[in-house]
C-alpha cells in the first residue's frame, strides 16, 4: 500500500513540521505522532506512522484530514520539545478557517509522552482520544490531559522482553492506564500476542514490515474510525462477534 500524498506541509512555530492529506475543511482529523531516539538530532518522518497513515485513509474514507507530525528533535531527552510539536500541530489544525470538531491522536512508544505532555491544561474538547501504540508513558508526566477523553493502548507482548531489541515497558504503560481510569479517561488495554515495538522499519532503501504488525492495524484503526465517526460497527457489536 502506497504513502499518502500529503498534500501541505506546515512549518509549526515549534520548530517542528507537519505534512497533511485530506480537504482543509474536514470536521475529523487523525494526528499521527512517531517515536524518538536517545540521540539529539534532527526529527524524520516515522516509518511505522508513514506506513500506517494509508491503512488510516482506506477505513476512515477521504473525508477525514489525516497528519503526521514530524519533530524538531527525535531525542526522549528533550521530551519539552517534542511536546510543543504536537502541542503546535493540534493548534494548528484547531486555527484553519473551518476548524475540526473532532481530533484523534495516534502515538507510538515517545509519541505516547510527547501526546500526554501535550494534552495537559489544554483546553481543546474537540480532541477526543489517544490511540497509543507500545507508547512510553513516564511516570512523572501527569494524565489529567486525558479525563473525559478516550485511551486506547495497545501493547505488544515481546515488547521491550527480547535481548538487544528496543522497547517500551508494558508494565509502565498498564500503570498508566489505570492512572487515566482514576482521573476520569475512558481508558483500555489491549495485548498483542507476539507483538514488538513498532510497525514497520526502514532498511537498505526499502520498507518492512514488522510481524504482527496486522495485529496492531486492525483496533488501532478500527478505533480511530470510531471516534472520528466514521461508517464503523461499534464497540458492542465487536465484541459480540
Given at each position: 500500500m502506497n504513502d499518502l500524498a500529503w498534500t501541505d506541509l506546515v512549518d509549526l512555530p515549534s520548530g517542528g513540521q507537519l505534512r497533511t492529506d485530506g480537504p482543509a475543511d474536514a470536521s475529523s482529523v487523525v494526528l499521527l505522532v512517531g517515536g524518538g531516539t536517545?540521540?539529539?538530532?534532527?526529527?524524520?518522518?516515522?516509518?511505522?506512522?508513514?506506513?500506517?497513515?494509508?491503512?488510516?485513509?482506506?477505513?476512515?474514507?477521504?473525508?477525514?484530514?489525516?497528519?503526521?507530525?514530524?519533530?524538531l528533535s527525535s531525542s526522549w531527552n528533550r521530551l519539552d520539545a517534542g511536546i510543543a510539536d504536537v502541542r503546535a500541530a493540534i493548534e494548528h489544525e484547531l486555527s484553519r478557517d473551518v476548524p475540526p470538531t473532532r481530533i484523534v491522536l495516534v502515538a507510538l512508544s515517545?509519541?505516547?509522552?510527547?501526546?500526554?505532555?501535550?494534552?495537559?491544561?489544554?483546553?481543546?474538547?474537540?480532541?477526543?482520544?489517544?490511540?497509543?501504540?507500545?507508547?512510553?508513558?513516564p511516570p512523572q508526566l501527569p494524565v489529567d490531559g486525558l479525563r473525559g477523553r478516550r485511551l486506547l493502548v495497545v501493547h505488544g507482548s515481546l515488547d521491550n522482553a527480547l535481548p538487544l531489541v528496543?522497547?517500551?515497558?508494558?508494565?509502565?504503560?498498564?500503570?498508566?492506564?489505570?492512572?487515566?481510569?482514576?482521573?476520569?479517561?475512558?481508558?483500555?488495554?489491549?495485548?498483542?500476542?507476539?507483538?514488538?515495538?513498532?510497525?514497520?522499519?526502514?532498511?537498505?532503501?526499502?520498507?518492512?514490515?514488522?510481524?504482527?504488525?496486522?495485529?496492531?492495524?486492525r483496533p488501532i484503526v478500527d478505533e480511530v474510525a470510531e471516534l472520528v465517526d466514521a461508517p464503523t460497527v461499534s464497540r458492542r457489536?465487536?465484541?459480540a462477534q
Open positions: 536517545g540521540i539529539d538530532r534532527p526529527g524524520k518522518w516515522s516509518t511505522s506512522m508513514t506506513w500506517l497513515a494509508p491503512r488510516v485513509r482506506k477505513r476512515v474514507g477521504g473525508d477525514v484530514r489525516v497528519g503526521q507530525v514530524r519533530y515517545m509519541g505516547g509522552a510527547t501526546c500526554l505532555g501535550a494534552l495537559h491544561g489544554l483546553d481543546a474538547p474537540q480532541v477526543v482520544g489517544l490511540v497509543a501504540m507500545a507508547p512510553w508513558f528496543p522497547g517500551t515497558s508494558r508494565q509502565q504503560s498498564q500503570r498508566a492506564v489505570q492512572r487515566a481510569q482514576a482521573a476520569g479517561a475512558d481508558a483500555e488495554w489491549r495485548d498483542v500476542r507476539g507483538g514488538l515495538h513498532g510497525l514497520a522499519v526502514r532498511w537498505q532503501g526499502l520498507v518492512w514490515r514488522m510481524p504482527r504488525a496486522g495485529a496492531f492495524v457489536s465487536r465484541s
